[in-house]
């Protein structure tokens, strides 16, 4: 279990008096446990055997929550949810997806790279959020 996520989570949630319910710390606790990003079937499952009977929208709305609040990401490709293993409030992600073990590598590069930033200002474009997934073979996989 990651407990420094954990510790992150409630003092963000006391400082900015959110309301940090069991099912809101069980879904961190689950993904940020998970080595690999979860659907969020998987979620609610894993959320199963914490909370008798949790209804879906209890885990999609925490799920909600930790992503706008940046706790975690939303992998799009794979309709998963991983943990924000960068520093929490950056605008920007971008990650590295191994085609035959499945790890995510969260890149700390959080910034817009510099050739994308000047393809949105040829085009006047202000850009808020971005997300950049790169396919391809890990390290422990060559
Ligand atoms: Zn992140
Ligand atoms: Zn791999």
Redesign the pocket.
């Known amino acids: 279990m990651n407990t420094l996520l954990e510790k992150k989570a409630i003092k963000f949630c006391e400082e900015n008096k959110h309301r940090l319910s069991l099912p809101r710390l069980e879904v961190l606790k689950i993904i940020g446990a998970s080595k690999k990003p979860m659907k969020a079937y998987e979620i609610l499952e894993k959320l199963a055997e914490k909370i008798a009977n949790p209804k879906p929208p209890t885990a999609y709305r925490a799920i909600d929550f930790w992503l706008k609040h940046n706790f975690i990401h939303r992998i799009e490709s794979l309709n998963s949810y991983a943990a924000c293993s960068a520093e929490h409030f950056h605008n920007g992600s971008h990650f590295m997806i191994?085609?035959?073990?499945?790890?995510v590598i969260e890149s700390h590069s959080l910034e817009v790279p510099e050739l994308l930033r000047r393809n949105t200002k040829e085009v006047s474009f202000v850009p808020k959020k971005w997300n950049l997934e790169i396919t391809g073979?890990?390290?422990?996989?060559i």
């Open positions: 191994c085609d035959d073990c499945g790890d073979t890990c390290k422990k996989c």
